[in-house]
């Protein structure tokens, strides 16, 4: 290599890399190339429907899209295309049938609505009947539909085996396919879907997911709906695969998958007639062949509904889910009947209709785990779903452990055995903690049927911070905290259960649960909770006097994986009691008995003393002693013979029976712990005296100066001497001796009263949720709830207000009104109630209703826009106020107005950022120099 | 042709030149490899956590909202560990500055609680910053953030007790998508810190967002 060359390499090394240090292509920094559509021609083999024109106003669909895929004017009746090309459509088109798929090789955005106004019907609509809409096959090919509707394809609408598909705000409807994925079929290693504000409806496939087929990378999708899809169309004698996941099969090896918010209605799964095992899945079928944990590889679902859905055909699992193998965290989601009327978000208003139980012909008509699955059931609600076994949930995934924790299991019907859950693998290893399993129906085992082995003794272990002993059987389920109550036919039935203490079992009890708490758990009537914005579930909530209330035990339901602190409402616990209550639902009403556990202290810091009177007729375990006295004035009357006169001196046998009831009134604060062992001594001097030959009329609550005329000739005892003298046994339950400061069994406890102020100090306090501020939320009647959306938000952004009020009390609360001062940062864009009168004035929103009837709930909408001129950033915490005859309640939400994340690179000091190039430049100086100088020489 | 006196010393310069160029491509290399994640050499991590001490741990100097008096502020014994990142950091408040977003001016070589985002133990989604690197171009705290996977634990210790998050998702995002700071349904942590330096305007056009759900 002679001079001349190197140096002329040098120089194009030196100046190659000072452009690409100084050349960086801005993220997002530019706006994209825009190109518009202007014609609803479409032609697969003549794209230019004139070519001699060249007219803008001949533009099509699938020449904007090859000038955006070659980033230049290959068709000059479009713009050119670029690297970022965002499609639109003149107004004039607003249909396209497309002859054929269009290849996306580059990054393009099609938006089909100028505005963002969530109304799909006013969608530029493009038909795939002639073999579908779009094909992405290249890495670089990166699709976003705005507000698009895809329709009518007869194979997949879009075919992805690269890329990454957006959607927002569009419509999949009536697409189908003859194999899989009616409107998206989605495979390859690299695929991303990243789905939000779309609604996929009726679409459907002969063989998996009716809407989606996604065995690619990354599927994210979030506040969307799923409704009336259909998996398994073709379902003739020989196929044996029939058809799974009626909205949406998930396959392969993946780096997860989260859904958000999303709505599964009335979708189907068919099975056919002579399909395999292991298919279904009404809504969602699940499978990937990588599982390294919770939610990782895996599917996370948060804040769904699942309504309508349904496994149909023989062995047909999962009306709503059926996960197989696959990881998956189920949270805050409701499977069923909705038995309370909610708001449904505005975009979905159109569409949905989310009360309907989901069913399955085989198992679990709602949720079925097979084969290895992993799956962890936290804050979520199963009402009405039906099967044959397992009405609410199927578990057959030995040896991998599923946890359900929180949540709801009611009014499930199971034709055979399992109307909550049905236990069906060889140690499937379940943990059920905080459970309410409530009037399920089965044939047997209304409530759990275990169809596993019962083996015993299994492993121990922990459960909570309780250790378990190595023989206790870990094998099948350990259930703890949990209510088993109204199940018919019985509460559990099968194999043997481990008992993780703190369960409730109405009167029909689990055999194997030898600790549980019998009663009645006295649970009231289904209720909606509010405890975040976008999550709708049910329990049933704890009505006063239940033995669950403070039955759970706190060295579970305070350290699990899952915030069990928490319960399913987000409500705190444990509340009322010192520990916590039994199920789903933390009420903070106090039990009927005192739990005297070790850990529970209570200091009671007053020195009130006692006035009353005990009047206990408690059980007295002494015999008293001392000589009776009085006459007994009876004569008995009537053929009895013989008459008896004289004293008797009969001491009566037996042990007198009764239980203490005495509950001490006034100022009462007792002073003792733990329990009192008042035993009645032998103090006592019976003053009673009775002359009678018939014991057993002497009645233990009289007064101990009473004499008492015995009259009852039958129950005379001819055997009782003449002379015999007869002591009563009732009057030593009353010890008038006691001091009225004694101490009393059982009536002490009850008197622990948290809610007395300011003189008793219960430790520990109830536990607070921490700094986040939306869960928690106090009850009054009625009461009133408030959120923000989006809690972050930069000038000009639209931000919603919503409020919801609700009346959970059993009487109409009457002239209800709340006002709520919008923040000066903001400024009223439109408000709205689903009921009553609201308006507004300046800033000041005011809402009236005469009457809110039980049960009802009010939501008011209050859409504002960040002014333009708000500094930011600003915080504000804005409060909703509410009065009404029954009571008041206020709730606030937090409004942050922040530009942008921060700034997590610090700008590069002079000599960091230049000392290279300065370097550079001198060297290049000096390049120039020696080749202007050998070119000279030379 | 050239002369042999003047090719000596053109050969002299020559060779001066062509260390310039390595020299200056070296130095720029040096802070490019300092300013991607993981670029910075890794260092040892202690098997177990140590107990904070906090006494001496290091405080942040920050501004309050609404004063412009620096002032000394520490979360309590809190502390971030992501063993795959080569993380251990104390945790400091972040509050929203003058700037129009957090005021980070003082986070140094801390992770910083953004202001206004959920906190441990509760359901939300608790978001935390840190830099990708220094002014004087050294790797921040989050410069190995870039290392990290699908699954990989992120460990927030509170007086000396862990809570164990898994990694969830990973991407690169805008600056100004605030999504990645709105309120989870369960307890969360986001990690967010640059990526994508401009030299021209000496800033970085992206950041990269890590989350990672509560496990234990």
């Known amino acids: 290599m002679n001079r001349r060359t190197l140096l002329n390499l040098a120089l194009l090394i030196f100046i190659g890399s000072f452009l690409s240090l100084s050349i960086v292509t801005p993220v997002d920094a530019q706006a994209p190339n ?266 996370v679902i948060l804040a769904n509904s699942f309504a309508g859905n349904q496994a149909n055909g023989s062995g047909a699992d999962g009306g709503a889910i059926f996960n197989d193998g696959g990881n998956m965290l189920i949270s805050y989601s409701n499977f069923g009947e909705a038995p309370l009327p909610f708001t449904i978000p505005s975009f979905l208003s159109a569409f949905i209709t989310i009360s309907a139980p989901n069913t399955a012909e085989g198992f679990g008509g709602a949720v079925h785990l097979a084969g290895g699955a992993l799956t962890d059931i936290v804050g979520s609600s199963f009402f009405g779903n039906t099967a044959f076994d397992g009405g609410g949930i199927y578990v057959n995934a030995s040896d991998r452990g599923t946890g359900i924790y929180n949540s709801t299991l009611n009014d499930n019907t199971a034709s055979d055995s399992g109307g909550g859950i049905f236990l069906a693998g060889t140690d499937d290893e379940v943990l059920i903690v905080n459970v309410t399993i409530s009037d399920n129906n089965a044939a047997s085992g209304g409530g759990i049927s275990n169809g596993g082995d019962g083996d015993s003794p299994g492993g121990g272990g922990f459960v909570g911070r309780i250790d378990y002993p190595e023989s206790s059987d870990f094998d099948d389920a350990i259930i703890a905290n949990t209510i088993l109550s109204g199940n018919s036919t019985g509460n559990c039935n099968g194999a043997s259960l481990s008992d993780g203490l703190g369960n409730v079992t109405s009167t029909d009890a689990c055999a194997d649960l030898t600790t549980a708490l019998l009663g009645s758990a006295n649970l009231g009537s289904p209720e909606l909770t509010f405890s975040l914005a976008s ?227 219960q430790t520990p306090s109830p536990t607070t949720p921490g700094s986040n501020p939306t869960p928690v939320i106090v009850i009054v009647d009625p009461f009133i709830t408030k959120s923000v959306n989006p809690p972050f938000a930069v000038n000009g952004e639209i931000v919603t207000w919503t409020i919801t009020i609700t009346n959970p009390g059993t009487v109409p609360s009457n002239n209800v009104t709340t006002t709520d001062t919008m923040p000066d940062v903001v400024q009223i864009q439109s408000v709205n109630a689903t009921a009553g009168t609201i308006n507004f004035n300046g800033q000041v929103v005011t809402f009236t209703l005469a009457s809110l009837a039980p049960g009802q709930t009010v939501t008011i909408t209050i859409v504002t826009r960040v002014r333009d001129d708000a500094v930011l950033p600003f915080v504000v915490i804005n409060t909703a106020t509410l009065t009404s005859s029954t009571g008041s309640d206020s709730a606030t939400a937090t409004l942050t107005g922040v530009n942008e994340l921060p700034a997590t690179g610090e700008p590069l000091d002079f000599a960091v950022r230049w000392g290279g190039v300065i370097a550079l430049g001198i060297a290049a100086f000096g390049l120039l120099w020696l080749k202007r100088k050998s070119a000279r020489t030379v | 042709m050239i002369g042999r006196g003047n090719q000596n010393t053109s050969g002299a310069i020559f060779r001066v030149i062509i260390l310039g160029i390595f020299v200056g491509f070296g130095f720029i290399l040096f802070n490019r490899n300092a300013n991607t994640p993981g670029g910075g050499e890794n260092t040892p991590l202690p098997s177990t956590l140590e107990p904070l001490s906090s006494p001496t741990a290091p405080a942040l100097t920050t501004i309050m909202p609404g004063t412009d008096t620096p002032v000394a502020l520490q979360l309590g014994n809190v502390r971030l560990y992501i063993p795959n990142a080569n993380v251990v950091s104390n945790i400091v408040p972040v509050f929203l500055g003058e700037t129009g977003s957090w005021n980070i001016q003082f986070l140094g070589g801390n992770v910083g609680h953004l202001q206004g985002t959920g906190w441990i133990d509760a359901p939300g989604n608790i978001v935390l910053a840190g830099h990708i690197e220094q002014s004087d171009g050294t790797p921040g705290i989050f410069a190995g953030l870039s290392q990290i996977a699908f699954g990989d634990d992120v460990i927030l210790e509170i007086e000396g007790e862990r809570r164990v998050y898994t990694v969830s998702t990973i991407r690169e995002t805008s600056p100004q998508d605030l999504s990645v700071l709105y309120p989870t349904p369960v307890e969360q942590v986001t990690l967010i810190t640059c990526d994508q330096y401009d030299f021209i305007s000496n800033s970085y056009l992206a950041r990269v967002v890590v989350t990672a759900v509560r496990v234990s």
């Open chain 1, 535 to 761: 999550i709708i579930t049910y329990t049933r909530p704890l009505q006063a006097g239940s033995a669950a209330l403070g039955a759970g035990r706190n060295e579970i339901c305070d350290d699990l994986p899952y915030p069990l602190f928490l319960d399913q409402r987000v409500f705190p616990r444990p509340v009322g009691d010192v520990n916590c209550d039994a199920g789903a639902y933390e009420s903070d009403l106090v039990g009927a008995t005192p739990t005297p556990t070790a850990t529970a202290t209570f200091t009671a810091t007053d020195t009130a003393t006692m006035t009353n009177t005990p009047t206990a007729t408690s059980t007295p375990t002494d015999t008293p002693t001392g000589t009776p006295s009085g006459t007994a004035t009876d004569t008995p009357t009537g053929t009895t013979s013989p008459t008896p006169s004289g004293t008797a001196t009969d001491t009566p046998t037996g042990t007198p029976s009764g239980t203490a009831t005495d509950t001490p009134t006034g100022t009462t604060s007792p002073t003792a712990s733990g329990t009192a062992t008042d035993t009645p001594t032998g103090t006592t001097s019976p003053t009673v005296t009775q002359t009678a030959t018939a014991s057993p009329t002497i009645d233990p609550s009289l007064s101990p100066t009473v004499t008492q005329t015995a009259t009852a000739s039958p129950t005379i005892d001819p055997s009782l001497s003449p002379t015999a003298t007869q002591t009563a046994t009732a009057s030593p339950t009353i010890d008038p001796s006691l001091s009225p400061t004694a101490t009393l069994t059982a009536t002490a406890s009850p008197t622990i009263d948290p809610s007395l102020s300011p003189t008793v100090t």
């Open chain 1, 34 to 299: 825009e190109i518009e559509v202007t014609s609803d021609y479409d032609s697969s083999s003549n794209p230019d429907e004139f070519p001699a024109s060249n007219n803008l106003n001949d533009c099509s669909l699938r020449e904007a899209i090859q000038n955006a895929n070659d980033n230049a004017a290959t068709y000059l009746d479009c713009a050119a295309g670029a690297a970022d090309d965002l499609i639109v459509f003149d107004a004039s088109v607003t249909t396209i049938t497309l002859d054929g798929r269009i290849s996306v090789i580059s990054e393009i955005r099609i938006d089909g609505d100028a505005s963002t106004d969530q109304n799909y019907s006013d969608n530029v609509i493009l038909n795939g009947s002639n073999g579908g809409v779009f094909v992405m096959n290249s890495s670089d090919g990166d699709l976003t539909l705005d507000e698009l509707t895809i329709q009518n394809s007869d194979e997949s609408a879009i075919l992805q085996s690269s890329g990454v598909l957006t959607c927002n705000l569009s419509r999949f409807q009536n697409n189908t396919d003859s194999e899989s994925g009616g409107a998206i079929d989605s495979s390859g290693a690299t695929t991303i879907i990243d789905i939000d504000e779309c609604v996929f409806n009726d679409n459907s496939a002969s063989d998996d997911g009716g809407a989606i087929v996604f065995t690619g990378a990354l599927l994210t999708i979030s506040n969307s709906a799923f409704l009336n899809n259909e998996a398994g169309t073709d379902t003739e004698t020989g196929d044996t695969n029939g058809g799974s996941g009626g909205a949406l099969y998930r396959g392969g090896s993946q780096t997860g998958s989260t859904l958000t918010g999303v709505y599964f209605s009335n979708n189907i799964a068919n099975t056919g007639a002579d399909s395999v095992d292991n298919v279904g899945g009404g809504a969602i079928y699940n499978r990937t062949s990588d599982n390294t944990g919770i939610g990782i590889n895996g599917m």
